[in-house]
């Protein structure tokens, strides 16, 4: 393995980023190569760290005032061995080769673990759309998409948003796509309603979460019902990680943002989430305008002086981080435990640092990392493909539906994984091992390629 | 202009060869910058140092022994203002992105000055075809050709050989082609002549320089009948560059190797040239040879440029006529030096050559007769007819006069007459920076 890391670093010198990644990612499978020797002969570890394909190409384009500016746009196949490369855009400065081959890395694991035929792709430009205008976005992915087109399509890469690529990014790119090629086609996912687009898309990662949750606890008999759960966070994944815990039983007594956090010991209802809602959605306040309307709850400002986060430090059953990165550490994981937490599921994208995590595989709670419990995102913009391919739109609670099971089979997969490689219940080195599993023996089966 | 440059770098952090390469394009071309405004206005510089677009991939491929192997296979698609991008593959371990950024971008201009309809390109792949087996190298070529074929074609972009990448990897490459897309096209140059290659191909880069030469000459009311020349290689390029001296009246006196020289003051003619083409390029054998079969002197270790000359023609390889060996020639009264190989001499030794009134003609444009035959094949590949040898040989000598007047009048247009270096360079960029200003921003 440390052979394939030199080799990796040997080729492409400077890629920090995309190392790490692989470093973290070959560690965690280490009992399926020591099983697998013919990975070797196949060259199997070359061949999934080395991208299939790599598209980087000029995109020049005119401000609001006439002067022109040069871009650079990106476009990652990196495997397609279960499915059409399948990863978001990203529009940001700090873009470069090794991030976007970082991202594309871990998506094939985390697309491969949601059961539906996608392979892991990444893209995006070192274009910044903050402070633009429309007009000027709109040119931007136009120009961009003059060359990203004939390298994408429903069958050979679909791409979604991610930083920087929200709704409108998307109907630029859409609009372009459909007239460039002369075909309308699901070829990006994250549309609107009404051209394309899925239902409980925006819904999608707080409620995979809350189902990854609930099929945790049915493996020990037990439900949400009833339920005392922390929630950090108030954006999009928040939001919908409380309305579905609402609707399963639970009962959630905080919520954040970067200034601090509420508190409500009765639990935050459906009329309460809908405040929420409101408050950041549309006024865009902050979170601590909840105990103006709600006085029963206690607002606690941040402290950067505390080494911990006192919203992780109250008694309840569960936890939700849904906010950020590395928002859980060793001290908060043992707050968590000493208050009969007994099961943490991640929303955000890595909540909780490697300390935490050590604490809680020890502690034999129920942990669910991040690339297993989030994956909900992805899992339905592949249903919005699906509804694409066959030209028809599924119901709220067909896509729903379709999705729970999504979840469930996930779950299962971590679940068996982590057993087959003798440490049942760990969900963290199931998530790892199923994903390459999954995609290793796609490649071995469909030769060299 | 050094903005430029600071962007450049802070875009494409190490990619030190690459840098290069603009520095010196944007170097030479400062006087055009400053006349036309126009250029900044339209980001002609930021957009023309951005390849329109970079395509990596994998290459895996199975040994003899049944071991996978893997390698990165790359197209730089550099700039398509004037034509379909063109430019050679290299296979070579010491290729990277760096590398065939700078080499496309140089291809850009050597192509515009053809004067034919070629965009420039350039790419390969990190395997090393060096020990490996026929087979070996056609599986690798086979599986680089199973990605490369969606990127190119007759229209689009046409590929030939560089180093690495022969005949025989034309071939391989060819068919994987042509069974991928179903469609015999002229999408790689350097064919074999029974299935779509030109005639005076081989003979290509060799008979330019020799006519680029006599252009030179004349110019200043000389000709090459009755000049010594010296030149320092022995393969391809330079067994042509003899023949046609030859045909045109001159003497060959000197060929050599990297071990050292032969000095035959009689020339290279008849049985000896036929001997020097075969030396290399059929018995890889060491021009020592040479010297041994027809009794001249072979002078080991050193350079041919200590040889009394009227011209030197360096065809071996880069740097490889510095600062010393040109006071040399200058002091034996050498008057011109035309650059066969790709930049044979250092930077200082051309400033010397400049500061003594020698002709001096650079690479881009003295052996631009290569890709320039390469544009010739493609021009007979669409029209699905063969030229016969005379008629490929009329159209090259016409190509290397319109490349002389072109470097000639660029030259003297940003008030630097006779400066070939300057004349190439600016002649190049103006071409392909108009043409990219009349076609709006893409």
């Not at chain 1, 819904?203 to 339920?227: H, I, P, S």
């Not at chain 2, 330079?238 to 190797?257: C, P, Q, R």
């Amino acid at each position: 393995m440390s052979d394939i890391l030199d080799i990796i670093k040997d080729r492409d010198p400077g890629e920090k980023e995309f190392h790490q990644a692989v470093k973290k990612v070959l560690e965690s499978v280490q009992p399926v190569l020591e099983r697998n020797p013919e990975y070797r002969q196949t060259a199997i570890l070359e061949r999934i760290t080395e991208p299939e394909r790599v598209i980087m190409f000029r995109v020049p384009w005119m401000d609001d005032q006439g002067q022109i500016h040069v871009n650079r746009g990106y476009k990652i196949g990196m495997n397609s061995a279960i499915g059409p490369y399948k990863g978001g855009l990203r529009f940001h400065p700090s873009v470069n080769l090794s991030i976007i081959k970082l991202l594309a890395f871990e998506q094939i694991f985390k697309n491969a673990l949601t059961t539906l035929g996608m392979g892991g792709g990444s893209g995006g430009s070192d274009f910044e759309p903050k402070g633009k205008s429309d007009n000027e976005v709109m040119r931007f992915c136009q120009s961009f998409m003059a060359e990203l087109f004939r390298h994408i399509g429903p069958n050979t890469d679909i791409t979604g948003g991610d930083i920087g690529v929200g709704a409108r990014e998307i109907g630029y790119l859409f609009g372009t796509y459909k007239k460039l090629s002369n075909e309308f086609t699901g070829v990006l996912t994250g549309k609107g309603l009404g051209w394309g687009g899925s239902f409980i898309r925006p819904e999608a990662t707080g409620y995979g979460n809350v189902y990854f949750a609930a099929e945790m606890l049915d493996t020990q008999n037990d439900t949400l019902e009833g339920k005392t759960c922390l929630v950090s966070g108030a954006g999009n994944v928040a939001q919908f990680t409380v309305e579905k815990l609402i609707e399963l039983g639970g009962k959630v007594v905080t919520l954040s943002d970067s200034s601090g956090y509420i508190y409500d010991e009765e639990g935050i209802d459906q009329g309460k989430l809908e405040f929420v809602k409101r408050l950041k959605n549309i006024r865009r306040g902050r979170i601590r305008e909840y105990i103006d309307k709600y006085s029963e709850a206690v607002y606690t400002e941040v402290d950067p002086s505390l080494n911990y986060n006192p919203l992780w430090n109250h008694k309840a059953e569960c936890a939700f981080p849904s906010a950020t990165q590395n928002e859980i550490n060793e001290k908060d994981a043992q707050n968590l435990i000493n208050n009969g937490v007994t099961l943490v599921s991640e929303g955000a994208n890595m909540p909780s640092t490697p300390e935490a995590i050590d604490i809680f595989l020890d502690s034999k709670l129920l942990y669910a990392p991040g690339k297993a419990s989030n994956a909900g995102g992805v899992a339905v913009s592949g249903l919005e493909m699906a509804q694409n391919s066959m030209r028809l739109n599924w119901s709220r609670e067909e896509v729903d539906n379709r999705f729970k099971m999504i979840m469930k089979s996930i779950h299962q997969s971590c679940l068996d994984a982590a057993a087959e490689y003798g440490v049942p219940g760990n969900y963290m080195v199931g998530a790892n091992i199923a994903g390459f599993v999954k995609v290793v023996n796609a490649m071995l089966d469909q030769g060299l390629v | 202009m050094s903005d430029i440059l600071q962007a450049i770098k802070n875009r494409n952090p190490g990619e030190k060869e690459f840098h290069h390469a603009v520095q010196e394009v944007i170097d030479s071309i400062q006087p055009v910058l400053d006349r036309n405004p126009e250029y900044r206005q339209a980001a002609i510089l930021e957009r023309i140092t951005e390849p329109e677009r970079v395509i990596m991939f994998r290459v895996p491929w199975v040994d003899d022994q049944g071991q996978a192997h893997l390698n990165r296979g790359y197209r730089v698609q550099m700039n398509s203002a004037l034509g379909p991008y063109k430019g050679g593959l290299r296979f070579h371990p010491s290729v990277n992105l760096s590398i065939f950024k700078s080499l496309a971008f140089e291809q850009t201009f050597k192509n515009a000055l053809t004067s034919l309809p070629l965009g420039g390109g350039k790419g390969g792949s990190d395997f090393q075809p060096r020990g490996k087996s026929d087979a070996e190298v056609m599986r690798f070529c086979q599986s680089f050709m199973s990605e490369l074929f969606r990127y190119i074609g007759p229209d689009i972009d046409v590929p030939a050989g560089d180093v690495g990448v022969g005949a025989r990897e034309i071939g391989y490459l060819f068919g994987q082609y042509k069974r991928l897309c179903k469609e015999f096209s002229g999408v790689l140059t350097g064919k074999g002549i029974n299935w779509g290659g030109s005639l005076v191909r081989r003979e290509a880069t060799g008979y330019g320089v020799g006519y680029f030469l006599a252009e030179l000459l004349s110019q200043h009311g000389q000709s090459i009948d009755g000049k010594t020349v010296a030149i320092s290689g022995y393969g391809n390029v330079g067994t042509y560059v003899v023949e046609k001296i030859n045909e045109l009246g001159g003497k060959v006196v000197t060929i050599a190797d990297e071990y050292g020289y032969v000095c035959d003051p009689d020339g290279i003619k008849g049985e000896k040239l036929q001997c020097m083409a075969d030396l290399w390029c059929v018995y890889r054998k060491s021009a020592e040879d040479y010297a041994t079969q027809f009794n001249c002197e072979w002078i080991q270790g050193r350079r041919p440029w200590e040889v009394p000359c009227d011209v030197a023609i360096p065809t071996a390889m880069e740097n490889e006529l510095d600062l010393n060996a040109a006071k040399t020639l200058v002091s034996n009264g050498c008057m011109a030096v035309v650059e066969a190989a790709n930049m044979p001499c250092t930077h200082d030794a051309v400033q010397y050559f400049r500061e003594n009134g020698i002709l001096f003609a650079p690479g881009k444009a003295a052996n631009a007769g290569g890709v320039a035959v390469s544009g010739l094949e493609m021009t007979q590949n669409s029209i699905r007819l063969s030229w016969t040898r005379e008629e490929v040989d009329n159209r090259l000598k016409m190509i290397m006069g319109n490349i002389h007047r072109t470097c000639l009048e660029a030259a003297e247009m940003v008030g630097a007459p006779g400066n070939y270096v300057v004349g190439a360079n600016v002649a190049g960029f103006m071409k392909v920076a108009d043409a990219m200003l009349q076609q709006g921003l893409v």
